[in-house]
């Protein structure tokens, strides 16, 4: 199984629709970010936690929002899709500031 | 001007090649990540230094921080290493990381 695994891998959704996005980690992390990547830019942060109970806005947090059910799972949710949020997500988790990022192998949204 | 900048944007080598890709940034960090996204979409974590030079296999990775500059080497370049390429800076000692928009390297047998 993957150290980080989300849920699900594509997703086709329509305008004003609600959806979750879902990372579930093995690595025993106590950070977790959500990033989007759009095509010709870098990823960009969405939102990160550094333990449960510990919730923070990134970059480009607006129409997004996440919940931190446990030290192991963190979801993204989509309250009411649109167009412009047609893009690939990622979920990644660290140990500290100092440590490596691993990545989950992303979900293609499409919201038509 | 973004804080991170890559260069080349994209490069096509031959197999066999050495091949390196840049990446200059703007701000004081603490760390510089260097990723490879596989065409498949999924990100792998290659490299993080703050000073110096790594190496893994046929992979190198310096960083100059006086001149806020490294580079990604790779050497006798085969097919398999064609991706995205991607370095990412953490400001400071608890910043979260700033991405460069990548390096897409296509190695042709």
């Known amino acids: 199984d993957a150290d980080v695994t989300q849920t699900p891998r594509n997703r086709i959704t329509k305008t004003g629709k609600r959806i979750m996005l879902e990372c579930s980690q093995t690595?025993?992390?106590?950070?977790m970010y959500w990033y989007r990547q759009d095509p010709g830019l870098g990823l960009q942060l969405i939102y990160y936690?550094?333990?449960?109970?510990?919730?923070n806005k990134g970059e480009i947090s607006d129409g997004y929002s996440v919940s931190r059910q446990a030290q192991a799972k963190f979801s993204l949710s989509l309250e009411s899709a649109i167009p412009n949020q047609t893009a690939l997500y990622f979920c990644?988790?660290?140990?500290?500031?100092?440590?490596?990022?691993?990545f989950g192998s992303g979900t293609r949204l499409t919201v038509v | 001007k973004n804080e991170v900048e890559q260069s080349p944007q994209n490069l096509t080598a031959q197999e066999g090649e050495f091949i390196t890709i840049n990446c200059s940034y703007s701000v004081g960090i603490s760390a510089l990540h260097w990723l490879q996204q596989h065409p498949g979409g999924g990100i792998v974590s290659l490299f993080m230094l703050s000073s110096g030079k790594k190496k893994h296999g046929r992979l190198i990775a310096t960083i100059n921080i006086q001149e806020k500059h490294s580079s990604l080497h790779i050497t006798a370049s085969h097919p398999r290493d064609s991706a995205v390429y991607i370095c990412a800076v953490r400001r400071g000692s608890q910043g979260n990381l700033i991405f460069g928009k990548g390096t897409k390297l296509s190695v042709k047998p």
């Open positions: 936690s550094f333990d449960v109970k510990d919730i």
């Open positions: 990644a988790t660290s140990s500290d500031s100092t440590a490596g990022y691993t």
């Open positions: 690595k025993g992390h106590d950070r």
